[in-house]
């Protein structure tokens, strides 16, 4: 008899002892997964760097790119730079041949150059392949300034969130206007 009346208090205490623990434990511990949640969140959001990403694709096009995790634009940026290389090597090539053509009309050594015998025209496709050359070294260093631009913003919106539901909602809707008299109208609900 004297064992079930101190067994029932003793149950009753430890019982409400596990309880208090149970829910101060499960308190702390939300508690301290958030607090972990929140400090790899803003670790992730620190560390994309956009002068990380800027300084990358400065120094090798496309690097930057990688960084942000952009890889569908490395073909798109080496690609852009191998035609506009060979479009340069194929242009120089033809100037220099024509500059050195041209440079033998006037010397008097020459006559005939790929069936051209007049130097204006020598002179005029000289021209045009070094403007060609000129425009392909613009051309280039556009890629080059496009790859380093598109790589900070792209990484300045590496954390930038767009949430799932993006609508348009369009209803009738009922309106008061000044003289407070009924009136029909449409209301337009962006979700975003």
């Known amino acids: 008899m004297l064992g079930k009346i101190i067994y029932k208090p003793v149950s009753v205490f430890f019982l409400t002892v596990i309880i208090i623990f149970c829910s101060v434990y499960s308190s702390w511990a939300q508690e301290t997964g958030d607090k972990q949640q929140q400090k790899v969140l803003l670790q992730e959001q620190q560390v ?4 990380k990403a800027t300084m990358y694709s400065a ?9 942000n995790k952009k890889y569908w634009k490395l073909p798109v940026i080496y690609g852009l730079t191998g035609v506009f290389i060979y479009a340069f090597d194929f242009n120089n090539n033809q100037y220099n041949k024509y500059k050195n053509a041209y440079a033998e009309f006037d010397t ?10 007049n130097k204006e025209i020598i002179l005029r496709l000289k021209d045009n392949y070094r403007r060609n050359r000129d425009l392909n070294v613009i051309l280039l260093a556009g890629v080059y300034m496009l790859n380093i631009i598109d790589a ?5 919106l590496f954390n930038y969130d767009i949430s799932e539901d993006l609508s348009l909602n369009i209803q009738p809707s009922m309106m008061r206007n000044i003289n407070q008299q009924n009136a029909l109208g449409l209301t337009c609900r962006l979700s975003f």
């Open 59 to 67: 120094v090798v096009p496309g690097l930057g790119q990688i960084y």
């Open 152 to 156: 900070t913003v792209d990484a300045h």
């Open 48 to 51: 994309h760097s956009p002068h």
């Open 108 to 117: 008097g050594e020459r006559v005939e150059f790929e069936g051209y015998t």
